[in-house]
Nanobody, 125 residues
Framework: QVQLVESGGGLVQAGGSLRLSCVAS????????MGWFRQALGKEREFVAA????????YYADSVKGRFTISRDNAKNTVYLQMNTLKPEDTAVYYC??????????????????WGQGTQVTVSS
């Protein structure tokens, strides 16, 4: 199983930017599609963005389209989430996950049994 460690979160003012990183271990991510998810306090975990194993196919939730950019560096076994023009409603714990299927990453996050510790993003108004 791929082990995942997220980092890069913090406190930022609305309109600001953050770059999250997700470093994988135990398995090479080159064979996996990678996704970012988030969970706000009191809400269900939701899909944010996904990138195929090659990096050529990317999909975003409508709520982040045009503001967030997902990317990956397979040589570093790392996936990134560049978040620009942050809004208070982006406040959440952000998680990454891996799956051989790009399509499956976009379905219900509850299908995944394993999650890293996540990284907290707080956007103040």
């Amino acid at each position: 199983q791929v082990q995942l460690v997220e980092s890069g979160g913090g406190l930022v003012q609305a309109g600001g930017s953050l770059r999250l990183s997700c470093v994988a271990s135990r398995r090479a991510i080159s064979n996996y599609a990678m996704g970012w998810f988030r969970q706000a306090l009191g809400k269900e975990r939701e899909f944010v963005a996904a990138i195929s194993s090659s990096g050529y196919t990317i999909y975003y939730a409508d709520s982040v389209k045009g503001r967030f950019t997902i990317s990956r560096d397979n040589a570093k076994n790392t996936v990134y989430l560049q978040m620009n023009t942050l809004k208070p409603e982006d406040t959440a714990v952000y998680y990454c996950n891996a799956d051989p299927s790009f399509a499956r990453l976009q379905v219900d996050p509850r299908q995944f049994d394993y999650w890293g510790q996540g990284t907290q993003v707080t956007v103040s108004s």
